[in-house]
């Protein structure tokens, strides 16, 4: 059904920004919820960042005050903003989309069934 592809990611060094986007293939208003999830070798998938139904944004406690969320809902896609990047962010970034009319903002990969190919971010020191 709905298609992600996300983009923008690279290689920074420690205290570099980088900005992802995730554009979607349909729009999510009312219709998704998304959020913004990373994975690095050996290690679980974590749930980086989140957004409600009222635009309330819910983060990993390691990304919070770095990090944001935020959606460009004319343009259909969902952005992550990343300041102040550490070696320990270094991931493949995935957006993720569950198809709802209501979001809680859930940072647990369960919920989510649609997911793009992501997009790798390495942060050096």
């Known amino acids: 059904q709905v298609q992600l592809v996300e983009s923008g990611g690279g290689s920074v060094q420690a205290g570099g920004s980088l900005r992802l986007s995730c554009a979607a293939s349909e729009s999510t208003i009312k219709n998704y919820c998304v959020g913004w999830f990373r994975q690095a070798p050996g290690k679980e998938r974590e749930g980086v960042a989140a957004?409600?139904?009222?635009?309330?944004?819910n983060y990993a406690d390691s990304v919070k005050g770095r990090f944001t969320i935020s959606e460009d809902n004319t343009k259909n896609t969902l952005y992550l903003q990343m300041n102040s990047l550490k070696p320990e962010d270094t991931a493949m970034y995935y957006c993720?989309?569950?198809?709802?009319?209501?979001?809680?903002?859930?940072?647990?990969?369960?919920?989510?069934?649609?997911w793009g190919q992501g997009t790798q971010v390495t942060v050096s020191s």
């Open positions: 993720a989309a569950a198809a709802a009319l209501y979001c809680g903002g859930s940072r647990n990969q369960y919920e989510y069934k649609y």
């Open positions: 957004i409600d139904s009222h635009g309330t944004p």
